[in-house]
């Protein structure tokens, strides 16, 4: 079980830091919104022209970034509507196996599926090197690349909540035992 804890850690650190990349892309994504509001505000009263297709499409990309790569960062702190009219009402050990259940039969097959449907969509954008066809606008292919490493990430971080609760569900089992440390890793003698 060291094992899996250990990549349980890795999984939830290259998530932690994806998370702190994504916190400086929020102030990015707000810098672009100001600069195009500035932008299409002022050059309208100057009567020129000063925000762009760019400026607008790499708010977009901003946002599309925040949202597909935040979603694993946000499994990984908790932070996933569940259904609390009931799920606040279990015990800790039926919200691990809920958790569990879930993970295992609907985040993981779900992020694979993803995975699967948008790999030509990704792949046809880079051989065509896809780029937006409004006028100075942006290359697609690697946001698009993103849907993929979104999908990815979401799915280690769901192999990282299962090892979690699978090890939770151990110590709750162990806890129950009389006469069990629970904090003794170490298994059967």
Known sequence: MAGFRRLSRTIDAVNGVIGRILA???????????INVVGRYLGAHLGMQLSSNAVLEAQTQAFNLIFLLGAAWLLMRGGHIRVDILYGRFGPRLREWVDLIGHVLILIPFSLTMMWLSWDYVMRSWTRLEVSPNPGGLPLYPIKTVILLA??????????????????????AAQSRPGTDP?????PR
């Open 24 to 34: 400086w892309v929020a102030v990015l994504l707000i810098v672009l919104g100001v």
């Open 183 to 187: 904090t003794d890793t170490a298994g």
């Open 151 to 172: 999908f990815l990430l979401l799915a280690l971080q769901g192999l990282s909540e299962i090892i979690k609760r699978v090890d939770a569900l151990r110590q709750i």
